[in-house]
T-cell receptor
Framework: TQLLEQSPQFLSIQEGENLTVYCNSS?????LQWYRQEPGEGPVLLVT?????EVKKLKRLTFQFGDARKDSSLHITAAQPGDTGLYLC???????????FGKGTKLTVNP | NAGVTQTPKFRILKIGQSMTLQCAQD?????MYWYRQDPGMGLKLIYY???????DKGEVPNGYNVSRSTTEDFPLRLELAAPSQTSVYFC????????????FGQGTRLTVV
């Protein structure tokens, strides 16, 4: 059973389009992180959200943490080919030291 | 600043052989993790450690063992390699798990034949 469910699993869009990917769980998380992974590399942190309802922006990327701290979304505006990669959400459950990851969303932005 | 260093980068094992994947970090992080990533999939937690001398199982610990004798090193041991252990293995470290950024090594690509 996957603790963190990500959707969609694959997404292929044209340059300039907008997109949203989701990370959902039935469990409450003390924080959620979003990572981006390129082929042959380890994941790299994009953002951490901690407070329910929190919204963080990173250039064209907007991250939101659900009010109940069970879900999060990543919205990319005007996607560019450089945004291509595997986007992973990760969470550390309250009271647990485990850092678990979702299966990821593989994004391809075509020129 | 090297960050998290994993060795080797690639390895081919025969069924039944044993090996140790090395992981070292120079950031004085207390938390360290081992993950495996199968093709097209996310990361599954194998084992983790919250400090020297303390380790605990993750989501998929069967077939693996770990030790943490120092803050810097967190080796992963495969005792009897099986084809199902063919994967890319990532080691990561973090100052804290709750909201703390995890820094990853470059990964070890292991094939068991």
């Amino acid at each position: 059973t996957q603790l963190l469910e990500q959707s969609p699993q694959f997404l292929s869009i044209q340059e300039g389009e907008n997109l949203t990917v989701y990370c959902n769980s039935s469990s409450v998380f003390s924080s959620l992180q979003w990572y981006r992974q390129e082929p042959g590399e380890g994941p790299v942190l994009l953002v951490t959200v901690v407070t329910g309802g929190e919204v963080k922006k990173l250039k064209r990327l907007t991250f939101q943490f659900g009010d109940a701290r069970k879900d999060s979304s990543l919205h990319i505006t005007a996607a560019q080919p450089g945004d291509t990669g595997l986007y992973l959400c990760a969470g550390g459950q309250g009271g647990s030291e485990k850092l678990v990851f979702g299966k990821g969303t593989k994004l391809t932005v075509n020129p | 600043n090297a960050g998290v260093t994993q060795t080797p980068k690639f390895r081919i094992l025969k069924i039944g052989q044993s090996m140790t994947l090395q992981c070292a970090q120079d950031m004085n992080h207390n938390y360290m993790y081992w993950y495996r990533q199968d093709p097209g999939m996310g990361l599954k937690l194998i084992y983790y450690s919250v400090g020297a001398g303390i380790t605990d199982k993750g989501e998929v610990p069967n077939g693996y063992n770990v030790s943490r004798s120092t803050t810097e090193d967190f080796p992963l041991r495969l005792e009897l390699a099986a084809p199902s252990q063919t994967s890319v293995y990532f080691c990561a470290s973090s100052y804290q798990t709750r909201g703390g950024e995890a820094f990853f090594g470059q990964g070890t690509r292991l094939t068991v034949v």
